[in-house]
């Protein structure tokens, strides 16, 4: 079985501010991991996903992410935070091999001040 | 190209009723996967379905069953509704099973 640990649920950054959005996972295999964000009354977009090889993965928007085994993190990053990144993110984890049906973390709200 | 489309956008039923929910996958998906997401939580998997039967699903009573048309949309319907079941119901569409999905806006059922 897998899970996903979002460390804060709400996170509050300046514009123009470094952006860390904390993600730890447990998986039994090497999981599949992902970033999701979900704007008010949206559904979920896709950000970023690893699967394997690289372990900085660029997604959308200017968002990285890397995956530490070690660390079992695969925490998500922006360098500068814009007005328009205020949003819900959430971490999933999937098993490989299987249907890619991903098991969600309970997400953590982006506030950006002016 | 219209991507995942749900309706209706909004709902609010009465506990003890049933209601359906619809989906209409992305252009070229053929596997649909819906999502419980209850207020200030992450989605929770329900069920899958791919060929036109629930292939997996997640820890939800037999209350919630769905299906899959031959065109690929799906139902999700959910008898003898609780206060509990109030929440945002996702879809989301694939091609094939082992593939990204794309998800829907979602629909926001209230049980009063």
């Known amino acids: 079985a897998q899970s996903v640990t979002q460390l804060g649920s709400h996170v509050s950054v300046s514009e123009g501010a470094l952006v860390l959005l904390r993600c730890n996972y447990s998986s039994s295999v090497p999981p599949y991991l992902f970033w999701y964000v979900q704007y008010p009354n949206q559904g979920l977009q896709l950000l970023l996903k690893y699967t394997t090889g690289a372990t900085l993965v660029k997604g959308i928007n200017g968002f990285e992410a890397e995956f530490k085994k070690s660390e079992t993190s695969f925490h998500l990053t922006k360098p500068s935070a814009h007005m328009s990144d205020a949003a819900e993110y959430f971490c999933?984890?999937?098993?490989?091999?299987?249907?890619?049906?991903?098991?969600f973390g309970r997400g953590t709200s982006l506030i950006v001040h002016p | 190209d219209a991507g995942v489309t749900q309706s209706p956008t909004h709902l609010i039923k009465t506990r003890g009723q049933q209601v359906t929910l619809r989906c209409s996958p992305k252009?070229?998906?053929?596997?649909v996967s819906w999502y419980q997401q209850a207020l200030g939580q992450g989605p929770q998997f329900i069920f899958q379905?791919?060929?036109?039967?629930?292939?997996q699903r997640g820890n939800f009573p037999d209350r919630f069953s769905g299906h899959q048309f031959p065109n690929y949309s799906s139902e999700l319907n959910v008898n003898a509704l609780l206060l509990g079941d109030s929440a945002l119901y996702l879809c989301?569409?694939?091609?094939?099973?082992?593939?990204?999905?794309?998800f829907g806006q979602g629909t926001r059922l209230t049980v009063v």
């Open positions: 989301a569409s694939s091609l094939g099973r082992q593939t990204e999905a794309f």
């Open positions: 999933a984890v999937s098993a490989p091999g299987g249907s890619y049906i991903p098991t």
């Open positions: 252009s070229g998906h053929d596997t």
């Open positions: 379905y791919y060929e036109e039967e629930e292939r």
